[in-house]
């Protein structure tokens, strides 16, 4: 059972079907977030369904702590993971999960919420390069420059918050972000940063499943907002806009993927596994050393060796 699961889900075919092609027009409506292979994995169960996936994500993320050491001793790539999704879509979830084996100093991880005042003085990719990743390090956004391209696309009142010249502001001022953000994330891959980005696409359905989940729940009391609910009422605004943004701006450079997510396990395995093949790509070794540093060595060995 399980070894189907590993095949269906980590198989390159997969992998790719999720891939956004660069410069061709994508529809949501092509991925299923109920997806279950193609209908290899119908009959599982949903207990045989995380079974498979928790065993498979284990090995997962062994072999991702085994990238992430050598991403960290080379000292010269950087991760940048992007996680963008409607709300208890499994983002938290999904950091939580991926970062679970890795070497916490060699990892960050940023929340973007609504602008600060500081951050609204400033342009809007300001607060975003500030913190991109550092050579060595997997920097996961949570949330990211692309909430200006969608919570701010449905709701132009946060881009009059932005104190932008009004002749900046244009119709043509999303067209501008997007060429915007795809020249900036080009910069950060020229200059050594493997960008992966993930759409988690959950279904209305399960979104309503999982709030009431939050309401009905004490436990998960804390994690529903009233906001969220609002949010939902602008559903197919947002899918609008995430359909543009992620046509212009899934890239060579910079690609994105959308994750079918109405089954959280299954999520977790097909990003950490894209994550995992995406670094096994850079083909990292440790770092070697010289002859002299080599004899350095041996003589270090010797000396301790005689103490
Ligand atoms: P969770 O609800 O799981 O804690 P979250 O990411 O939804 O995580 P919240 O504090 O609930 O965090 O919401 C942050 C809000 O900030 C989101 O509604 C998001 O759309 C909004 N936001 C993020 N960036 C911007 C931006 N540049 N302009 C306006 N709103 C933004
Ligand atoms: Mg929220």
């Not at 002859?291 to 060595?297: I, P, R, S, V, Y």
Request: with cysteine; charged share 30%; net charge positive.
């Amino acid at each position: 059972m399980c070894d189907t699961f590993a095949y269906v889900v980590l198989n390159k075919k997969t992998l790719e079907k999720f891939r956004v092609t660069p410069g061709k027009k994508f529809r949501l409506k092509d991925v299923d977030p109920g997806w279950r292979g193609d209908g290899e994995l119908k009959d599982f169960s949903d207990a045989e369904l995380k079974a498979s996936a928790a065993k498979v994500l284990e090995e997962n993320l062994q072999d991702l702590a085994a990238q992430q050491a050598k991403l960290y001793a080379h000292d010269r790539w950087s991760v940048l993971i992007v996680l963008q999704a409607m709300d208890a879509a499994g983002k938290d979830g999904m950091v939580k999960h991926v970062t679970a084996g890795l070497n916490p100093q060699g990892c960050d991880v940023y929340s973007f919420k609504t602008p600060s005042a500081e951050e609204l003085d400033h342009s809007f990719l300001w607060r975003i390069m500030r913190v991109s990743p550092a050579r060595g390090k997997i920097t996961i956004f949570n949330r990211s420059h692309y909430e200006e391209v969608l919570v701010v696309k449905v709701h132009p009142e946060y881009l009059q918050k932005q104190k932008l010249p009004a002749p900046l502001v244009t119709k043509k001022i999303w067209e501008e972000r997007y060429e915007d953000i795809n020249n900036f994330e080009r910069h950060l891959a020229r200059n050594g940063t493997l960008i992966l980005k993930f759409f988690l696409h959950v279904s209305k359905e399960e979104q309503k499943k999982r709030f009431l989940e939050r309401l009905e729940e004490p436990d998960k009391h804390w994690k529903f907002s009233l906001q969220d609910l609002k949010e939902r009422e602008f559903w197919g605004d947002y899918m609008r806009s995430y359909e543009e943004a992620l046509t212009a701006t899934s890239t060579k450079w910079a690609p994105w993927y959308v994750i079918p997510a109405d089954n959280k396990a299954l999520a977790r395995v097909l990003v950490s596994n894209i994550l995992t093949k995406a670094i096994e790509d850079l083909k990292l070794g440790y770092p070697s050393v010289s002859k002299e540093e080599k004899a350095g060595l041996a003589e270090a060995h010797k000396r301790l060796r005689a103490e």
